[in-house]
């Protein structure tokens, strides 16, 4: 089943028009192609960084935090002998 489109218009720097023609030209893909692409491919992280950022308020809220303390003497044990295994919450 075909999904339903809209256009939409937005203004970018003439520039930016030039390297995105040079890229479609030699990707054989045209420049609307490329514009649904990254937009769906900037929307797809932006949802994930909201949710992982949800996620790590709800731990901070629980209570399911490394106390900095506990991080640095794991940071400062990097690329020692006697490297420490990373703190739990």
Not at 69 to 80: D, H, Q, R
């Amino acid at each position: 089943m075909a999904t339903s489109k809209q256009n939409i218009a937005i203004r970018v720097p003439s520039s930016l028009v030039t390297e995105l023609d040079r890229l479609a030209k030699a990707v054989n893909r045209s420049r609307a192609w490329l514009g649904e692409e990254a937009i769906r491919q900037y929307v797809q992280v932006q949802r994930w960084h909201l949710s992982e950022t949800s996620a790590g308020i709800e731990d901070l809220e629980a209570g399911r935090v490394v106390p900095h303390a506990k991080m640095e003497e794991w940071l400062n044990s990097w690329g020692k002998p006697d490297e420490k295994k990373p703190p739990r919450a």
